[in-house]
């Protein structure tokens, strides 16, 4: 009896669900969104405010601070600058470029992830120059790349993963593809705006040796010894150590016209349709597989992966894009809130954690970009009134421990300022408010300025 009233009302929110994705979705509506998200960025900001002032983040649910390393690096407001001037929220624009300009130091004594660094801070100031002018932003980011140049001094030419900021010293010569692959935007930009073409060349050559020693089938697996340039893990999939590597290559060629990234991007574009889309029911999920001989070897998908159903429409091919958003959606509704991994096979939770990610949000946006199809807004509208309804604390957003309690965790990283909000937002904004044509967005959804 419970069974079938269960699938009663399944089949009932299914139907509403297929219904409200081709409705109407007016102005007013989507005004409405885009002051809800600006309400959500204000009370974030005003957390951080009063508990996390100066630090890297906020721990919401203790209203205290915490920092990624010995001292703070800003992490929250260079991440927050460019949503804040988009979102047209002036007030707190301005407090946090008065911060940056008056705080950030990067000759501290901070052992760094080169990656992380590169996509919060790096990005974010080189967009504040782009976007404010005031050239203390570029000074911060040319300090900044100068530092994180020791670690591409292998024999490879692929960066060690840490270096430091004051001695140069690095460590961790087992990388992977996206943490090699995605500092190309950043230090190619860089370039671009000095003249100076240092960055660019050695951001290229650790991207493309990893593109060098791509499998037969076109694959390449998640970790790498950056000294021999041997796999030392030939999983493949598009999940982390893997997804923004692929997105970058294909970023890299519509910022820099560089067509060496274009032909590395359709070769492994065409073996990830290939030999990692699984279509079922509920959309197309991508699956891990053996990068040598394209071999299944696991059915987990989760919320990083979400991001290929937008790189697809926006690369061109929008049918697979909305095959896969199909997925993406589904694994959002089906757990309330999208769970960080689960099993597509069996439908079962593997990682129950949402940790404020953006990915869903940030496909939904490029394939109502694409298509114009009001079913993307009406995703978007269920995405983000989840975030809101569940993840509020009194003190910013929180984390949730598991998706099927909604019980929150003590973290507000700061890419729910620089991605989920700035998606969440644009979703519903109208196409000046960021034009795709005049700018590339880095993984962590930073504007760069198209220079031809």
Same mark, same amino acid.
């Given at each position: 009896?419970?069974?079938? %009233?269960?699938?009663?009302?399944?089949?009932?929110?299914?139907?509403?669900?297929?219904?409200?994705?081709?409705?109407?979705? /007016?102005?007013?509506?989507?005004?409405?969104?885009?002051?809800?998200?600006?309400?959500?960025?204000?009370?974030?900001?005003? #957390?951080?405010?009063? !508990?996390?002032?100066?630090?890297?983040?906020?721990?919401?649910?203790?209203?205290?601070?915490?920092?990624?390393?010995?001292?703070?690096?800003?992490?929250?407001?260079?991440?927050?600058?460019?949503?804040?001037?988009?979102?047209?929220?002036?007030?707190?624009?301005?407090?946090?470029? /008065?911060?940056?300009?008056?705080?950030?130091?990067?000759?501290?004594?901070?052992?760094?992830?080169?990656?992380?660094?590169?996509?919060?801070?790096?990005?974010?100031?080189?967009?504040?120059?782009?976007?404010?002018?005031?050239?203390?932003?570029?000074?911060?980011?040319?300090?900044?790349?100068?530092?994180?140049?020791?670690?591409?001094?292998?024999?490879?030419?692929?960066?060690?993963?840490? %270096?430091?900021?004051?001695?140069?010293?690095? +460590?961790?010569?087992?990388?992977?593809?996206?943490?090699?692959?995605?500092?190309?935007?950043?230090?190619?930009?860089?370039?671009?705006?000095?003249?100076?073409?240092?960055?660019?060349?050695?951001?290229?050559?650790?991207?493309? &040796?990893?593109?060098?020693?791509?499998?037969?089938?076109?694959?390449?697996?998640?970790?790498?010894?950056?000294? =021999?340039?041997?796999? %030392?893990?030939?999983?493949?999939?598009?999940?982390?150590?893997?997804?923004?590597?692929?997105?970058?290559?294909?970023?890299?060629?519509?910022?820099?016209?560089?067509?060496?990234?274009?032909?590395?991007?359709?070769?492994?574009?065409?073996?990830?349709?290939?030999?990692?889309?699984?279509? =079922?029911?509920?959309?197309?999920?991508?699956?891990?597989?053996?990068?040598?001989?394209?071999?299944?070897?696991? =059915?987990?998908?989760?919320?990083?992966?979400?991001?290929?159903?937008?790189?697809?429409?926006?690369?061109?091919?929008?049918?697979?894009? +909305?095959?896969?958003?199909?997925?993406?959606? !589904?694994?959002?509704? +089906?757990?309330?809130?999208?769970?960080?991994?689960?099993?597509? &096979?069996?439908? *079962?939770?593997?990682?129950?954690?949402?940790?404020?990610?953006?990915?869903?949000?940030?496909?939904?946006?490029?394939?109502?970009?694409?298509?114009?199809?009001?079913?993307?807004?009406?995703?978007?509208?269920?995405?983000?009134?989840?975030?809101?309804?569940?993840? +509020? *604390?009194?003190? #910013?957003?929180?984390?949730?421990? /598991?998706?099927?309690?909604?019980?929150? *965790?003590?973290?507000?990283?700061?890419?729910?300022? #620089?991605?989920?909000?700035?998606? &969440?937002?644009?979703?519903?904004?109208?196409?000046? &408010?960021?034009?795709?044509?005049?700018?590339?967005?880095?993984?962590?959804?930073?504007?760069?300025?198209?220079?031809?």
């Amino acid at each position: 009896m419970i069974k079938s %009233v269960l699938l009663f009302v399944f089949s009932v929110l299914n139907l509403a669900t297929h219904a409200q994705k081709d409705a109407k979705f /007016s102005e007013e509506m989507k005004k409405e969104m885009m002051e809800k998200v600006k309400a959500a960025a204000r009370h974030a900001w005003k #957390g951080y405010k009063d !508990y996390a002032w100066g630090a890297d983040d906020l721990r919401p649910l203790t209203k205290t601070s915490r920092n990624w390393y010995k001292e703070s690096m800003l992490m929250t407001p260079v991440d927050a600058f460019d949503t804040f001037t988009i979102l047209g929220l002036k007030t707190e624009a301005g407090e946090a470029k /008065s911060l940056i300009l008056s705080k950030l130091n990067f000759n501290v004594d901070n052992d760094v992830q080169v990656f992380e660094v590169t996509i919060r801070l790096l990005a974010g100031l080189i967009t504040a120059y782009e976007i404010d002018g005031d050239p203390k932003f570029l000074a911060l980011a040319r300090d900044l790349a100068d530092r994180l140049m020791p670690a591409f001094n292998s024999p490879t030419g692929m960066p060690y993963r840490y %270096v430091h900021l004051q001695t140069g010293k690095t +460590r961790d010569g087992i990388n992977n593809p996206a943490e090699i692959g995605t500092l190309m935007l950043e230090f190619g930009q860089l370039s671009k705006i000095t003249g100076d073409e240092k960055y660019y060349r050695a951001a290229k050559k650790g991207m493309m &040796a990893v593109y060098e020693q791509r499998s037969s089938i076109g694959l390449v697996g998640e970790q790498i010894d950056i000294k =021999t340039a041997k796999w %030392v893990s030939t999983q493949s999939h598009i999940s982390g150590y893997i997804d923004s590597y692929y997105e970058y290559l294909y970023k890299s060629w519509l910022l820099f016209g560089d067509r060496d990234f274009k032909r590395a991007f359709d070769v492994h574009n065409n073996a990830l349709k290939k030999y990692l889309i699984s279509k =079922t029911d509920h959309g197309w999920f991508m699956r891990h597989v053996d990068m040598e001989t394209g071999k299944e070897t696991a =059915t987990l998908y989760g919320a990083l992966d979400a991001f290929y159903a937008g790189l697809c429409a926006f690369a061109g091919d929008v049918e697979s894009g +909305r095959q896969i958003q199909e997925a993406n959606y !589904y694994m959002w509704t +089906r757990f309330n809130i999208e769970p960080e991994e689960f099993n597509f &096979a069996t439908d *079962s939770v593997t990682s129950a954690s949402y940790v404020l990610r953006p990915e869903n949000l940030e496909s939904c946006f490029y394939l109502y970009r694409m298509t114009g199809e009001l079913k993307y807004l009406w995703q978007g509208k269920v995405m983000v009134e989840s975030i809101l309804d569940h993840c +509020r *604390s009194d003190a #910013g957003f929180a984390s949730l421990r /598991s998706v099927k309690t909604f019980e929150q *965790s003590n973290s507000m990283e700061s890419f729910f300022f #620089g991605e989920t909000l700035k998606y &969440a937002y644009l979703i519903f904004a109208p196409e000046s &408010a960021l034009d795709l044509k005049k700018l590339v967005l880095t993984t962590e959804a930073h504007p760069f300025r198209i220079r031809k």
